[in-house]
């Protein structure tokens, strides 16, 4: 993947609608199991000495944002660009990727020795920000392409082909773009539908598998190709093989997403309102975990690298990403993750959506 509950979505922008209305406890538990999730394979990134650990992260990676991203698109199905809307994704996701970048390029001072800002190259985990950004002002021309998903395939398929540029992490918002077009095609019975029997256990079945492949065969597969951030000429593969490669992530995607949506609970719990304010966890959890690796070093310790030390790893990342979604936290960082800056805007965009004039 705090106050009263945010209406940031997980973890992207606001979500593209503002009225008020109740949230559907089902997406918010999706988020929230899956901010954790990050945050858990940001912390194992030093541990992948363990072929085990490994698997997990291969597998993990191309589950949780795939995933997002498809809640991402989902709910932004109403975005139609009225100045409210506008507002809040300038003030949720622009403004937070410029300070946030500032932040993340002072923060290596301590962790590299040296500053390094630059918008047009996002570093870490806010290459999402940008991909947001502009997945959502593409939402309007989805829903009039005749064959949407089948373009945002043939258009991820294409950028794999290239060598992709690293401005504004262009590789991913090209190759990640099919999930979001899903997310924008798909109605609540489509996710009503997943939860048939044979659908579930059929899905952890082959999630399995899929875990036992990538534990056999891990070692031979760039990180990269779950990342989604390289094409034809960075990653080191033949030309021919490229393609067979990312259908394979495609599918294994699909599989590892559709059972996590099948699996993902449909009641309200006590943390359920904690995913609305993964924005929180999502963009402070990384000073944490670049600090405890580049910054003191904790990962030199033998025996984090045991099957014991991944488990604690595990634990300490997952409760961190719960403390950055309580209300002190929340509160705390709320100026700099949900600016609300209305001096910067016209009356017109801070009007509630029913009072806005064509």
């Known amino acids: 993947m705090s106050a009263p509950a945010s209406s940031t979505t997980a ?10 209305t109740r949230k559907d406890p089902y997406f918010s538990n999706a988020k929230l199991i899956l901010i954790v999730l990050v945050a858990c394979g940001h912390a194992w990134a030093p541990l992948m000495d363990s072929d085990a650990v490994r698997a997990a992260y291969l597998v993990l990676y191309d589950l949780h944002m795939p995933a997002f991203i498809l809640i991402s698109g989902y709910l932004s199905r109403s975005f139609a660009g009225r100045p409210d809307q506008w507002r809040r994704l300038l003030t949720g996701v622009a403004l937070p990727y410029v300070t946030f970048s500032l932040a993340y390029g002072l923060m290596r001072i301590y962790t590299e020795g040296q500053f390094d800002w630059n ?11 940008p ?11 989805w829903k009039v392409v005749r064959w949407p998903i089948a373009v945002a395939f043939a258009i991820s398929f294409a950028a794999s082909l290239t060598a992709l540029s690293d401005v504004l992490d262009l590789g991913r918002i090209l190759q990640f773009l099919p999930f979001f077009v899903i997310g924008l095609r798909l109605r609540r019975e489509h996710f009503e539908a997943l939860r048939r029997p044979w659908i579930r256990w ?3 079945a082959a999630t ?3 875990l036992a492949v990538a534990y056999v065969f891990g070692s031979d597969l760039a990180p990269e190709w779950v990342y989604y951030n390289q094409g034809y ?15 394979g992530t495609f599918l294994a995607a699909g599989i590892l997403v559709v059972t996590f949506l099948a699996w993902t609970p449909k009641r309200e719990f006590r943390l359920s309102a904690l995913g609305e304010r993964t924005i ?3 963009l402070l959890h990384g000073f944490v975990i670049k600090i405890a690796d580049e910054g003191l070093d904790l990962y030199r310790f033998e025996w984090l690298h045991t099957p014991a030390g991944a488990v604690l790893v595990t634990l300490l990342a997952a409760g961190l990403a719960v403390l950055l979604m309580t209300a002190p936290v929340t509160r705390l960082f709320r100026w700099v993750v949900e600016p609300r ?10 009007r509630r959506p029913q009072e806005v004039t064509a």
Do not use: C, H, K
């Open 208 to 210: 399995a598998g899929l």
């Open 11 to 20: 973890p992207d922008a606001p979500p593209a609608n503002p009225r008020p």
């Open 233 to 247: 000429g960075q990653l080191e593969t033949a030309l021919a093989w490229i393609v067979p490669i990312r259908v």
């Open 131 to 141: 991909a947001l950004f502009f997945w959502r002002l593409t939402s309007q021309i």
């Open 341 to 350: 800056m209305p001096w910067l805007f016209t009356a017109q965009s801070r």
């Open 119 to 129: 918008l047009l190259y996002p570093w870490y985990l806010l290459w999402f920000l």
């Open 280 to 282: 929180y966890a999502y």
């Open 202 to 204: 059929s899905g952890l």
